[in-house]
């Protein structure tokens, strides 16, 4: 019996201690496998020759300098604009001196009225020129001096004279266009409206450089959201092949393995998603330097909390090329209105021609040195009277004319509102922006710790997978809250940039 109880007893502290063992196996195995995973997660890339790739880096300043020169939008916006500027010359032609000439050769083969005294004809050939320089001036007034010179022939009793004269006219407005208004209006609404056009197109051109800015920072941040949902991938495979582990070593229920495979496929559908919205963030990228393909080998600059509370709130100095834009097309309409409504008027004008006259003489040369003398000058003052008579459309054009203008005023007004309006609340966002960047950051920080501690209870079994996996959610959306923060200020500080703050490359390079 002694015997029997003795080798019972033996068996029993054998099975124990192979027991024993096959546990600190485990545990040995599962201590090796958490310390292997992190350090797996660290490695860093290399090439076939060991040694680490460098990409290259492009800074947004030199990102923008690329956009310059190879955005096609961008650069035909600068040559409208360039071309709306110099449409701005075509006003000015409407004051400018003006050359005029003419020249006509008439043949009259009407009888003569002294045939009868043997002084018949058959015909009389007159040959006029005239050449001289007109010039409109903001008043109204419109002068202009030309020189006169006639040849005259009798065909069949061969006397042919010459005459020459320069002369003066002068014409002044009294009524429509009294002191330069249409003259003035007219001038101005084609200079404004090149303006405006001109104006658009710099609008259209920053906000190109807007967009592309965006462009920069979306690749960059979507680098990020890659990086973090990569780490979220890896952390989800650890738990996932731990768990497979204890399993099959029958030290854990399959209920956490089943949670850590949900998690697996959660993360990694996380990761492709952010794989999709990186290569789409690289298309743009390249897009707005005017290059056809979705690789960008470049490293982009990178940011934080630190260096976005530096930044300083852009100076506003200037409204914004759309708004700016806006008011040219009123200040246009209100001229063009103010044109039209004096062509509406009657036309009342006072006129004036002084000239001095040459004898006819029988050579050019006589007529032309004669025409200077003053001794027989002629003269002649008037007065021309034009008055449309249906005074109810003259009143209809006239409100018509000035309900646009007014309309323009009106729009402008608002658009200057919805601006200040505007400007008050990208200040807003952006001093939110930074400050909710920097409390994302802590939060990062504060969430991290609690993961990582919550891993090593969870480790020792005084947590579960169940909460483990929930803290690491709560982790990832911290990481995605903070990049989605940084691209709403740097989103925010590029609208700023149509206030009047200029792309300065070479300040923004250093």
Not at 40 to 56: N, R
Not at 145 to 159: H, K
Not at 381 to 389: D, E, K, S, T
Not at 499 to 507: E, H, N, S, T, W
């Amino acid at each position: 019996m002694k015997f029997h109880r003795h080798h019972r007893a033996k068996q029993r502290f054998g099975a124990f201690t192979s027991g024993l063992a096959i546990l600190l196996v485990a545990q040995v195995l599962l201590m090796f496998d958490a310390k292997a995973q992190p350090a797996k997660s660290q490695t860093a890339k290399a090439t076939p020759g060991g040694v680490k790739s460098v990409e290259p880096e492009i800074s947004i300043a030199t990102f923008i300098d690329q956009v310059v020169k190879g955005n096609d939008g961008y650069k035909a916006a600068e040559m409208n604009r360039r071309a709306a500027k110099a449409y701005a010359s075509e006003s000015e032609i409407l004051l400018a001196p003006t050359l005029f000439a003419n020249a006509s050769m008439a043949k009259d083969a009407k009888p003569s009225p002294f045939s009868t005294f043997g002084l018949g004809y058959d015909r009389i050939e007159t040959n006029t020129y005239s050449a001289g320089i007109s010039k409109l001036f903001s008043t109204g007034l419109k002068t202009s001096f030309s020189y006169l010179a006639v040849d005259t022939a009798y065909v069949g009793i061969q006397p042919q004279y010459f005459e020459a004269r320069p002369q003066i006219e002068a014409t002044l407005p009294l009524w429509r266009n009294f002191w330069g208004r249409e003259t003035m209006g007219t001038f101005e609404a084609s200079r404004l409206a090149a303006e405006a056009k001109s104006e658009s197109q710099n609008a259209l051109a920053k906000t190109t450089l807007v967009e592309a800015e965006a462009a920069y920072w979306r690749l960059a941040l979507s680098r990020e959201s890659l990086k973090v949902a990569k780490e979220s991938v890896e952390r989800a495979r650890a738990m996932f092949d731990w768990t497979g582990r204890r399993v099959r070593l029958a030290l854990s229920d399959k209920s956490e393995h089943l949670q850590s495979t949900a998690q697996l496929k959660a993360r990694e559908l996380d990761y492709k998603i952010a794989e999709d919205d990186e290569r789409s963030a690289r298309l743009a990228f390249n897009s707005a330097r005017g290059i056809n393909s979705d690789k960008v080998d470049e490293r982009l600059d990178v940011l934080n909390a630190a260096l976005v509370s530096k930044w300083q709130l852009p100076s506003r100095t200037q409204t914004r090329p759309d708004i700016e834009a806006s008011r040219l097309q009123a200040a246009a309409a209100e001229a063009g209105a103010q044109a039209a409504v004096e062509r509406a008027k009657p036309t009342f004008e006072l006129y004036g021609l002084y000239a001095f006259n040459s004898p006819q003489r029988s050579t050019q040369s006589d007529a032309f040195a004669d025409s200077w003398k003053r001794d027989k000058p002629a003269s002649q003052v008037g007065v021309r009277l034009n008055m449309p008579l249906d005074f109810a459309a003259l009143d209809r054009v006239k409100e018509g004319y000035s309900a646009e203008a007014n309309a323009q005023r009106t729009l402008v007004t608002r658009k200057l509102f919805e601006q200040e309006r505007d400007w008050n609340d990208v200040v807003a966002r952006f001093q939110l922006a930074r400050e909710k960047i920097r409390l994302y950051e802590e939060l990062e920080q504060s969430q991290k710790a609690k993961l990582e501690h919550e891993r090593s209870r969870q480790k020792s079994g005084r947590s579960t997978v169940a909460q483990v996996i929930l803290f690491e959610s709560d982790y990832d959306q911290t990481q995605l809250a903070r990049i989605r923060s940084l691209a709403e200020v740097l989103s925010l500080n590029a609208q700023m940039k149509l206030y009047g703050v200029a792309y300065d490359l070479k300040a923004e390079q250093k």
